[in-house]
């Protein structure tokens, strides 16, 4: 069985970085690709970004591309997600999440099966 689990979330004042990690068991990453997505309150879930099975290639929303990073160490089954220049809208919480297909690096998120319980970053102004 899949499971994730987030940590590295907390409060930073804009312009400031974080980096989250992303814990994986029951598959391993070389094989799968994985995504992170956020949710802000009242709002729905959306993509973040993706990396493909064995980290070949990497995929951003365009509201982070350029500022956050998506990462993996196959060796030690771990997903990470650096965020710099964060912003107030940057406020959400933060999921990892991996597809039901191995190979999915898109933004929809009823593609992906199994998702972490969260880690919450807050952006102050």
């Known amino acids: 069985q899949v499971q994730l689990v987030e940590s590295g979330g907390g409060l930073v004042q804009a312009g400031g970085s974080l980096r989250l990690s992303c814990a994986t068991s029951?598959?391993?990453?070389?094989?799968?690709?994985m995504g992170w997505f956020r949710q802000a309150p009242g709002k729905e879930r959306e993509f973040v970004a993706a990396?493909?099975?064995?980290?070949?290639?990497?995929y951003y929303a365009a509201s982070v591309k350029g500022r956050f990073t998506i990462s993996e160490d196959n060796a030690r089954n771990m997903v990470y997600l650096e965020m710099n220049s964060l912003k107030p809208e940057d406020t959400a919480v933060y999921f990892c999440?991996?597809?039901?297909?191995?190979?999915?690096?898109?933004?929809?998120?009823?593609?992906?099966?199994?998702w972490g319980p969260g880690t919450q970053v807050t952006v102050s102004s």
């Open positions: 029951g598959r391993p990453i070389s094989t799968s690709a």
């Open positions: 990396i493909s099975a064995g980290g070949g290639g990497t």
């Open positions: 999440a991996a597809p039901s297909s191995y190979y999915y690096t898109g933004p929809s998120t009823v593609r992906y099966a199994h």
